[in-house]
């Protein structure tokens, strides 16, 4: 599904705030996102499936052809636009928050909510998967914690609400962030 992209809006505050999920790979953001933007009625978005979209190829592809440089460039263009979209559930990708520009971007134009899991449950849920280029070398236990380490301060630096996804249901998190959400606008009025 193409996404439309409008022009950059002049008041932010006037938009119905959209909703960013972050954190690592296995963290649940492309699954809680689904069910997020289900039960609150929103459009949902991952920033992969739209580079992917958007290139013709998938993830995969363009890291072996690009390097992750390649990649992170196409998601830097993604994360602009996509972030300019009024009331959405967007999923980025675990490495979206490396550059300075995409955080700022997530934390000025929607709340950013960091779903946070342990390594243990990451290496769980990422195991079986092939499409996932960091961990295709070597060994992704050790890769998984070097990325956790670089990573980690980055998604708290930015976040606006973090929310556990360690041994819990989908529809349960995702709940837990709609509550987190009508909260915070109920603040806001």
Known sequence: MRTE????????????????????????????????AKQLGRRFIDSDTEIEYRTGVDIPLIFEKEGERGFREREREVIADLTQLPGIVLATGGG????????????????????????????????????????????????????????????????????????RRVADVASDIATLVKTVAAADR
């Open 5 to 36: 992209i409008p022009p950059p809006v002049e008041n932010p505050a006037s938009m119905q705030r959209s909703i960013f999920l972050i954190g690592p790979m296995g963290s649940g953001k492309s699954a809680v996102g689904q069910a997020l």
């Open 96 to 167: 979206a928050v490396l550059l300075a520009e995409n955080r700022e971007h997530l934390m000025h134009r929607g709340m950013v909510i960091y779903l946070e899991t342990s390594l243990a449950e990451q290496r769980k849920r990422t195991r079986r998967g092939r499409h996932r280029p960091l961990l295709l070398d070597g060994d992704p236990e050790a890769r998984l914690a070097e990325l956790m380490t670089l990573r980690e301060p980055l998604y708290r630096g930015i976040a606006h609400g973090i929310v556990s996804t360690d041994r």
